[in-house]
């Protein structure tokens, strides 16, 4: 099942941190890692969710380990030729990515012939966040609430459409379960990234799409987006006028998302354990803490290399039963 989210995990009613951690620099000699700046891959364009963290993190990441992390887009194919790059890249701990739900267990559970071996290409460090996700519809729509949201599909069969951030997107697979359980006809439109297709569900372009909070919790409070639903057993603190899908009676719908960190399998183990380290102190600091409670994300405690890759394995797993299930397909 996927990981649950209570209240406890919500940055928003997380305690306050009792002591101040600073970002001190890691003690290090010359001829050890790192000696220069790391790149960090994010395998989407600048604006959703998985460069979001990306960005969160970079700038503390390397004040901790004393070298410049330097964040670079390589977006496009669902996040499959950013990903199918790092790992494709030498092992040394100077290529790392932001991994996400959608490249790391969507696409493996919908595309078994993908470039990339999910779990057997990359060493996973930790991860960076877990993300509730909302369905979100432009303002233009005539709906107010989820119930006319469903009569109003039903009443115009395949005159709407909805955005992705690509075919075999975690926004893809989402809409395409949506549309199983209560048979709607919705057109899809897939996107290079969540970021690009934001901008047109703003502007009237596309009817509706499935994102994560984090992304787009501005755009609705503000009114520029509309939230319908959101896939959480709780509802978050930043929105607490949208029901869950468990209040919906859909907890089928209930798929959180992650972002985390990875490096090219074959890292060797000791400049793993030291990006674990420094990820524990990044996640521990008080701004780090706000940065998240802003951006409506939820921040985890460090979940070790181990455990992160049992947790992707499961994923993979959980979402292929669902894939079976249902029997979704990419589109083509």
Do not use: C
């Amino acid at each position: 099942m996927p990981t649950p989210m209570n209240r406890r995990r919500f940055i928003a009613s997380t305690s306050a941190v009792t002591s101040a951690i600073a970002l001190p620099a890691l003690a290090q000699a010359p001829d050890r890692y790192p000696t220069r700046p790391i790149t960090l891959v994010v395998p989407f364009p600048p604006g959703g969710a998985v460069d979001n963290s990306g960005r969160a993190i970079a700038d503390r990441l390397g004040r901790v380990l004393g070298q410049p992390v330097i964040v670079e887009n390589k977006g496009g194919a669902g996040g499959t030729i950013g990903t199918t790059q790092v790992a494709k890249a030498q092992p040394d701990g100077y290529t790392l990515i932001v991994t996400s739900q959608t490249t790391h267990v969507i696409n493996p559970a919908l595309s078994p012939s993908l470039p990339y071996d999910a779990v057997n290409d990359f060493t996973p460090i930790t991860l960076i966040d877990r993300l509730a996700n909302v369905l979100l519809i432009t303002p233009g729509l005539p709906v107010k609430n989820f119930a006319e949201f469903v009569k109003y599909v039903k009443e115009n069969p395949g005159k709407l459409n909805y955005a992705s951030s690509g075919n075999g997107s975690l926004a893809y697979l989402s809409m395409e379960l949506l549309k199983a359980k209560l048979g709607l006809s919705i057109t899809h439109i897939p996107y290079r990234g969540a970021g690009p297709a934001l901008t047109d569900l703003q502007a009237g372009q596309v009817h509706m799409t499935w994102n994560n909070l984090s992304s787009n919790l501005s755009m609705v409070q503000n009114g520029r987006l509309r939230a319908l639903a959101v896939a959480s057993p709780i509802r978050p603190p930043q929105l607490p006028d949208v029901p869950t899908f468990d209040e919906l009676k859909l907890p089928e719908l209930n798929l959180t998302s992650w972002t985390g960190l990875a490096a090219p399998a074959k890292t060797p183990e000791p400049i793993v354990a030291q990006l674990y380290e420094a990820m524990r102190t990044v996640l521990r600091d008080p701004q780090t803490l706000k940065a998240w409670n802003d951006r409506g994300a939820m921040l985890p405690e460090a979940v070790k290399p181990v455990d992160f890759r049992k947790e992707i394995q499961q994923r993979i797993q959980f979402y292929k039963n669902i894939v079976k299930t249902h029997k979704i397909a990419v589109d083509q």
